[in-house]
């Protein structure tokens, strides 16, 4: 069993920054990888980062690709997502979550979930 807890929302002015971070404990935290998910109201919950189990592989969707910056710090048991440059469309409700795997792009993969943080980017 994997535990997750996000923290690090909050409310941010268009092109402002912001940076999440979820705290893990449970199962070897360097022994699986994580990924950030967002989900806007009235829209599915969509995979926006993926970082593996070494930090060596990541994956970044279109919409937030040379924005946001998925890091990991093993001896912390932690993952960050650095957001920069916000913009109103990123509002979101943000969760990390873990698949099963080392690595993983694919959002069905994912098994354990964190209780999420707000963010909301004004205009």
């Known amino acids: 069993q994997v535990q997750l807890v996000e923290s690090g929302g909050g409310l941010v002015q268009t092109g402002g920054s912001l940076r999440l971070s979820c705290a893990a404990s449970?199962?070897?935290?360097?022994?699986?990888?994580m990924g950030w998910f967002r989900q806007a109201p009235g829209k599915e919950r969509e995979l926006v980062t993926a970082?593996?189990?070494?930090?060596?592989?990541?994956w970044y969707a279109d919409s937030v690709r040379g924005r946001f910056t998925i890091s990991r710090d093993n001896a912390k048991n932690t993952v960050y997502l650095q957001m920069h440059t916000l913009k109103p469309e990123d509002t979101a409700v943000y969760y990390c979550?873990?698949?099963?795997?080392?690595?993983?792009?694919?959002?069905?993969?994912?098994?354990?979930w964190g209780q999420g943080t707000q963010v909301t980017v004004s205009s």
């Open positions: 449970g199962r070897a935290f360097s022994s699986y990888g």
């Open positions: 979550a873990a698949p099963a795997s080392t690595y993983s792009e694919v959002a069905h993969e994912y098994r354990y």
């Open positions: 970082i593996s189990w070494s930090g060596g592989i990541t």
